[in-house]
């Protein structure tokens, strides 16, 4: 069992959250997360979150899927057992593109949703540390996580001079 | 924050407009006479031992006259659509580009004026346009010869007088509403409040569904007679797709072009990615209608069905299979690859590309979809293609640039005016 302690500042305005993060971040101090009630426009961007590489996984997945698709109706129906149907090549390309488009959007949506889970750790056994039950309903609270050598009162007039409402502690068992 | 923007076009941009009509009018001329003086009694010989009418030089300068006009035509109401469909949906992020597509319907009457005279002058001069079989009356006139049962059954939805009453109702209802939502929009700057943006709303809501309807019709009319045995149900939806995704190619090329001389300041790359995604998204809408298409004909293979595709693919001695395929790879391929990524999509010049092979593709389509018709296997590519497109260019051009200067860039009083300027991707 570990522990770790959190700093939360609870703000109650998402111009002023936005403002104090960046103000937080230009200070030196790393931010753990951000919990809100709602998605924030351009939050990412002061956060310094990287844009997501997951459009590139979706593509290759997306490309497997088109490639399965061709490879496994030319072999079965042009190779492996060939049978006339509608008087058609055995390889009739056109009859082959809904399937390969079925396969490629399949392909690329598991491809993508899978990857999300195992990279983000999202599995049945995970447990969420809930910092403030406030922040599923009208308050943002940025985390800060709380380690050594880190000055408390610092942190406090810090997050407070940029528009906290409160700052608490919180320490989370994991 | 929001500036007075007025777009203004100097006396040398319009003059340059006439210049190209000039010019597409001199080559037009010239392609014509040389088109007369070599091949035109190579036309007539055929004609004599085929049954149906030979492609002479007249023929090639109606074909492209036509189509020209519905390629633009197409564009033009799609500015109206445009506008109608942001208003139904309430749209917040399109009101810093709105002005563009408000004044791209400027061509909507000089369009209507020039398929009314394309249409019924060889009418009236010749008995009947070679371009559409079914106008000539032997077809449908049991005693002649030639008459022909298919077009005959037809002819209560395809004869001159219904033809003619459609075309001009078409045009009068997409120009009124081009005018009723562009004067709402101007009144709406001079008064504010939200009367006008109300009204907006409804005119949007009826020309939606009348749209629905006179599009699908006009599709018909316009390019799917030609072809008068042939049928598709699908046809109005695919025309529909060809002008939809050449008119957001259009809208989004003025918007960039606009934006790097310097005007509409509001516009960021947010608004930009989100058009690109619309190209993105009907480029491969167009493809999804085209394939549906030809993959049902392909697959049952009924003669009178799949002829048309045979006369595009493989049959008038393969003339026109480049295009067949150059015409899926620029109108999908293309923009499917390039486009795929969000930096793409941010980005002008890429979009700018975009948007200009999805101009030419769409041109193309309609070539496509209208020559190998209305020229069997003599359609070309020459002085009168050139010239007719950079007349019919130059025409566009200048009716659309002078409406853009007619108004404020920016519509000061639109109510979402704001959530525009923020809008964030």
């Not at chain 1, 492996?80 to 055995?90: L, S, V």
């Not at chain 1, 009162?153 to 502690?169: F, H, M, T, W």
Request: glycine share 8%.
């Amino acid at each position: 069992m570990t522990s770790k302690k959190y700093i939360l500042g609870v703000f109650d305005d998402e111009d002023v959250l936005l403002n104090a993060i960046e103000k937080t971040r230009a200070a030196g101090t790393k931010i753990y997360d951000v919990f809100s009630p709602y998605p924030i426009h351009g939050i990412d961007d002061v956060l310094g979150i990287q844009r997501s590489r997951l459009p590139i996984v979706a593509f290759f997945c997306g490309l497997c899927g088109t490639s399965f698709a061709l490879w496994m109706q030319i072999w079965m129906l042009g190779f492996d057992w060939p049978m006339i149907i509608g008087g058609k090549p055995h390889v009739a390309l056109p009859a082959f593109i809904p399937v390969t488009f079925e396969l490629t959007v399949l392909c690329a949506a598991f491809g993508m949703v899978i990857t999300f889970f195992v990279i983000s750790g999202l599995r049945p056994t995970l447990k969420v540390p809930v910092m403030d039950l406030r922040s599923t309903d009208d308050k943002y609270v940025m985390a800060i996580e709380l380690k050594e050598g880190i000055d408390i009162q610092k942190l406090n007039d810090l997050l407070r001079s940029n528009g906290a409402i409160e700052v608490n502690e919180k320490e989370v068992v994991k | 924050m929001i500036t007075e923007e007025r777009f203004s076009i100097s006396k040398r941009s319009t003059n340059r407009f006439f210049f190209m009509i000039a010019i597409g009018l001199v080559l037009l001329v010239a392609g014509l006479i040389i088109a007369a003086t070599s091949g035109g009694g190579h036309g007539e010989e055929h004609g004599a031992e085929a049954g149906h009418h030979a492609a002479g030089w007249g023929q090639r300068l109606l074909a492209n006259l036509w189509m020209n006009n519905v390629y633009f035509t197409g564009i033009a109401v799609v500015g109206v659509l445009f506008i109608a469909i942001q208003y139904v949906a309430y749209a917040g992020w399109s009101v810093a580009i709105k002005r563009v597509p408000e004044a791209i319907g400027a061509y909507l009457p000089v369009g209507g004026i020039i398929m009314v005279l394309v249409f019924l002058l060889p009418i009236i001069f010749t008995g009947h346009n070679t371009l559409f079989h079914w106008t000539d009356h032997a077809v449908t006139d049991p005693t002649n010869d030639q008459y022909d049962p298919v077009i005959a059954g037809k002819s209560g939805y395809l004869n001159v007088i219904f033809y003619t009453i459609r075309m001009v109702a078409y045009f009068v209802l997409w120009f009124l509403f081009y005018k009723w939502l562009r004067r709402e929009s101007l009144a709406e700057d001079l008064n504010g409040g939200l009367n006008h943006y109300n009204k907006s709303i409804t005119l949007g809501a009826a020309f939606l569904v009348i749209f629905g309807v006179t599009s699908s019709m006009a599709a018909w009319d316009w390019v799917m007679s030609i072809d008068t045995h042939w049928f598709s149900t699908m046809f109005g939806w695919y025309v529909f797709a060809s002008w939809w995704v050449s008119g957001l190619a259009a809208i989004t090329l003025t918007i960039i072009f606009l934006k790097q001389m310097g005007y509409l300041k509001m516009v960021t790359s947010n608004h930009l990615h989100d058009l690109g995604k619309f190209l993105f998204g009907f480029s491969i809408f167009w493809t999804y209608i085209w394939f549906s298409q030809f993959m049902l004909y392909w697959y049952a293979n009924i003669p009178e069905e799949a002829i048309y595709f045979i006369e595009r693919l493989g049959g008038n001695n393969n003339h026109y299979t480049w295009i067949f395929f150059f015409n899926l790879l620029i109108n999908f391929a293309f923009p499917f690859l390039v486009l795929m990524t969000r930096d793409a999509k941010r980005q002008m010049l890429m979009l700018k590309i975009v948007c200009i092979a999805i101009l030419i593709g769409h041109w193309f389509d309609f070539y496509m979809m209208i020559m190998p018709g209305a020229m069997r296997e003599e359609g070309g590519f020459g002085l009168i293609e050139l010239g007719t497109a950079l007349t019919f260019l130059g025409l566009f051009l200048w009716r659309y640039t002078s409406e853009l200067t007619k108004a404020n860039l920016v519509p000061l009083n639109h109510p979402f005016l704001d959530e525009s300027v923020h809008h964030h991707v």
